[in-house]
């Protein structure tokens, strides 16, 4: 889910500049990219790459640590892990409403 809405809003946010990045690669003998127009569209891909692997690390890196702590099992791990990295914001949520809302005293002791 964070991959996806990462995906999506940087998308929506640059979707000129993916398209005129990708209009001027197009190298032909009357249309030549000059090296600060190079210079300025990869320093933009490399800082859109960038926060999505900030957001990616902010949202999914709590959520596994979480269900690897709270999983007794190896087995168990192995599973919450994966559903914590395919939906790391319903599983932190999960557990919120589980550890503090409905104060549950067998739930991951920390």
């Known amino acids: 889910m964070t991959l996806v809405s990462a995906l999506l809003a940087t998308k929506l946010t640059s979707n000129s500049t993916i398209e005129n ?10 249309n030549e990219v000059s090296r600060n127009d190079y210079n300025k569209m990869v320093t933009n891909s490399s800082v859109n790459f960038i926060l999505i692997c900030v957001i990616i690390l902010v949202n999914i890196v709590p959520a596994l640590l979480i269900a690897y702590h709270c999983s007794k ?6 599973i919450t892990m994966i559903i914590a990295l395919l939906f790391s914001d319903f599983y932190i949520f999960y557990f919120a409403i589980r550890k503090y809302f409905y104060q549950d005293k067998k739930f991951c002791n920390m």
Do not use: Y
């Not at 990045?21 to 032909?28: E, G, P, R, Y």
């Open 21 to 30: 990045f990708k209009d001027s690669m197009i190298l032909d003998n009357k």
């Open 73 to 78: 099992t190896t087995t168990e791990k192995v």
